[in-house]
């Protein structure tokens, strides 16, 4: 039984694992946030879709670099800790930030521009691609015994508050500066406030307890571990963790991320009022993860994931066909219903990939696999729905999701279920019946 003080420290470590994942995940959507201001500065030519294809390609650029970075961020953590690889990712993303905040446009200095965004896209990708594994693994590892999907759905929670965060932002400028100033110079102000803010995390993550299951691991053997080789172990873990994901990054993406585009660019509403109704489904959405995480603490991972298989699989047609020609007030519960849903896929997510893995290849387990998911499927689903939308087919898109949810589907129906297993050997942990009706 954890005493008040060991309480307190496992609530002052997942604070400051989540507000540098919620600084991460600002930076990462800024960019989206704000690239239907800034493309024109990037790509001055062409149509307003065209424009936004350019931005998406960069957008799903910056995935390209996710894998990497969850093999050399995750390769770190296992070696090296947890604390010291959170660290390094968050400096990535306040370098990657400030480049995007400083980069002149087209008009000044040419190609170098697009050159320079891309650049720091990567950085940042980077970044995020190794943040995931290292604060997934972070934050199970130091959650309380029982309550680690609560604990670890706060993952989540950041994430999607990360995003909330910069469509906070992006409404104050609406409302603060006039159309031609935020297209000319106001969409860079969000990147400043990324940059600092990574800063600050900066300190407050070197303040933070490094986990003692790390720190258990001899310190002799730390130097092996984190290889690709150690990870070649865990066949069936790294598939499971391919498995669950590609369903999950596609839908997530397109309901959180691609929305926006979609109710500006086909629906036909106002970009300040797409930006409203972002804001509020996703703070309903922020408040729905730690109901999730509590949930499959009480009756498993598994029948979430499978909610979120079904519905995605069956709803996602009909929900973007309804959104076609959607009201503001319709389009809002259009995206709350798709992101109910999600939030099965969301909220354990992390903890359930965690779950897999032993402490030596905990950090790269989680990371790459999913990394290499992201980036082939969720990296690329904004830019596969443009491309149709240009060809005249947009509504293959919606197949597309139902169908990678489908994949995902027949993981979560197969895989077992990993609620009751050690953090410190992957292997279940025999409790007593009584115990767990507690």
């Known amino acids: 039984m954890q005493t008040p003080s060991s309480s307190q420290r496992v609530v002052s470590n997942i604070?400051?694992?989540?507000?540098?994942?919620?600084?991460?995940?600002?930076d990462w959507y800024v960019y989206t946030a704000f690239a239907i201001y800034f493309a024109p500065?990037?790509?001055p030519s062409?149509?307003?879709?065209s424009q936004l294809l350019n931005t998406a390609g960069v957008f799903a650029v910056g995935f390209l670099m996710r894998p990497v970075g969850s093999?050399?961020?995750?390769?770190?953590a296992d070696r090296h800790g947890r604390r010291a690889a959170l660290t390094l990712s968050v400096t990535l993303m306040a370098t990657g930030s400030l480049v995007i905040a400083c980069t002149p446009g087209h008009t000044t200095i040419g190609i170098a521009a697009p050159v320079l965004l891309v650049t720091a896209r990567l950085l940042q990708g980077l970044s995020v691609g190794g943040e995931y594994g290292t604060s997934a693994t972070y934050m199970s590892e130091v959650a309380s015994e029982g309550r680690r999907g609560f604990f670890s759905s706060f993952q989540y929670v950041t994430l999607a508050a990360g995003q909330l965060v910069a469509l906070a932002v992006q409404i104050l400028l609406q409302q603060t500066l006039s159309k031609s100033d935020l297209a000319s110079w106001g969409w860079r102000i969000p990147f400043v406030i990324g940059a600092v803010a990574a800063v600050i995390v900066f300190w407050l993550r070197r303040s933070m307890d490094e986990s003692a299951e790390f720190e258990a691991q001899p310190a002799s053997r730390r130097f092996r571990q984190g290889s690709l080789a150690e990870l070649a172990k865990h066949p069936r873990a790294v598939l499971t963790v391919v498995g669950l994901t590609l369903g999950g990054t596609v839908a997530f993406y397109t309901f959180t991320?691609?929305?926006q585009k979609f109710m500006v660019n086909t629906t036909g509403i106002q970009k300040t009022t797409v930006t409203w109704i972002n804001f509020f489904a996703l703070l309903l959405f922020v408040g729905l993860q730690p109901l999730g995480g509590m949930l499959s603490d009480r009756i498993g991972r598994r029948p979430l994931l499978i909610f979120f298989g079904v519905g995605t699989t069956v709803l996602t047609v009909p929900l973007l066909t309804a959104l076609e020609d959607a009201t503001p007030l319709r389009a809002f519960l259009l995206m709350l219903a798709g992101l109910v849903v999600v939030t099965g896929y969301t909220s354990i997510?992390?903890?359930?990939k965690a779950e897999l893995f032993p402490t030596s290849i905990r950090a790269l387990g989680v990371g790459m696999p999913y990394g290499v998911t992201v980036a082939v499927f969720g990296g690329t689903a904004e830019y596969v729905a443009l491309w149709l939308k240009n060809a005249g087919h947009e509504s293959a898109f919606?197949?597309?999701?139902?169908?990678?949810?489908?994949v995902s589907l027949i993981v979560y129906l197969t895989m077992s279920e990993t609620r009751g297993k050690s953090l410190s050997s992957a292997r279940p942990v025999h409790r007593e019946r009584t115990t767990t009706a507690q």
């Open 15 to 26: 604070f400051k694992g989540s507000m540098g994942n919620l600084v991460e995940w600002y």
């Open 41 to 43: 500065v990037f790509f």
């Open 46 to 49: 062409g149509s307003q879709t």
């Open 71 to 76: 093999f050399l961020l995750g390769r770190y």
């Open 257 to 259: 991320t691609y929305l």
């Open 349 to 352: 997510n992390a903890i359930v």
């Open 398 to 406: 919606y197949y597309y999701v139902s169908g990678c949810a489908a």
